[in-house]
Nanobody, 128 residues
Framework: VQLQASGGGLVQAGGSLRLSCAASGSTSDHYAIGWFRQAPGKKREGVSCISSNGGSTYYVDSVEGRFTISRDNAKNTVYLQMNSLKPEDTAVYYC??????????????????????WGQGTLVTVSS
């Protein structure tokens, strides 16, 4: 599956953005889709994941209650609605495709190695 992320931009703290991940390929709706982010000098962090049919969603603790992941398989698109944004949310955001969402205990809930297909990133900057 090929993935294309978009929707990043500059927003003030407390504001909202919606990221989109457009998938192409005949089996794109068979993939779980995850969102990762990487801030300068920091490790890539998994933020959220949605199962292939959209029935299960998962979030890292730091965005729970502020971010919502959803998908429209008719449009082959996954969305990440980000509300109440904070300066620490500033990062390049990537979407990635995998067989299923693996949700781990501990600080890092998702692992990049579980996702085989990656889109290019989209930059989100939250000003204070």
């Amino acid at each position: 599956v090929q993935l294309q992320a978009s929707g990043g931009g500059l927003v003030q703290a407390g504001g909202s953005l919606r990221l989109s991940c457009a998938a192409s390929g005949s089996t794109s709706d068979h993939y779980a889709i995850g969102w990762f982010r990487q801030a300068p000098g920091k490790k890539r962090e998994g933020v959220s994941c949605i199962s292939s049919n959209g029935g299960s969603t998962y979030y890292v603790d730091s965005v729970e209650g502020r971010f919502t992941i959803s998908r429209d398989n008719a449009k082959n698109t996954v969305y990440l609605q980000m509300n109440s944004l904070k300066p620490e949310d500033t990062a390049v955001y990537y979407c990635a495709g995998g067989r299923r969402c693996h949700y781990y205990s501990g600080t890092y809930r998702f692992r990049a190695a579980d996702f085989g297909s990656w889109g290019q990133g989209t930059l989100v900057t939250v000003s204070s």
